[in-house]
């Protein structure tokens, strides 16, 4: 593979992003001391006092302008979604379930949780990848659909 290959895929786009998240989880627990766990930064939003609210808010309004600002320097990639509103809807409460029975989501342990040496988390994050692999072999191999 040469240079040019590695600078015309994906392999930069996936370091940079893997490093700014990594920079703002460090950012995050050094100057907040909270974990970047999506699931309980929103979560814990409605009954936060206000200054909790505050950086909350922030860490999710980056989130959300996010792809606008990448789209300043490179091109969104195309979105294709196969499922129906339906399977949308019961893929997006089993999420939330799982979040809840895990006691986090996979930002907040698979990123924050690891590098903490949290074996909770580390089972978590098998457990999360477990079974988004299962899913998709039995989806995409054994299920027509």
């Not at 100057?31 to 970047?36: E, I, T």
């Not at 980056?62 to 320097?73: C, E, K």
């Not at 988390?121 to 998709?136: E, H, N, W």
Request: a neutral charge; aromatic letters at 8%; hydrophobic letters at 50%.
């Amino acid at each position: 593979m040469s240079l040019s290959d590695f600078t015309h895929s994906t392999y930069f786009a996936g370091l940079s992003g893997g490093l700014l998240i990594g920079l703002a989880a460090a950012m995050l627990v050094l100057f907040n001391g909270q974990v970047a766990g999506i699931s309980g930064i929103l979560g814990g939003l409605p009954h936060a006092d206000k200054g909790d609210k505050v950086w909350r808010l922030l860490f999710l309004l980056g989130l959300g302008i996010a792809p606008f600002v990448y789209q300043l320097s490179s091109k969104l990639p195309a979105v294709t979604i196969e499922a129906e509103t339906p399977e949308l809807i019961i893929a997006g409460l089993l999420v939330g379930i799982g979040t809840r029975y895990a006691s986090g989501c996979t930002s907040g342990h698979g990123v924050c949780g690891i590098s903490n040496g949290s074996i909770r988390s580390i089972a978590a994050t098998l457990a999360f990848m477990a079974a988004g692999f299962i899913t998709v072999y039995l989806t995409r191999h054994l299920l027509i659909l």
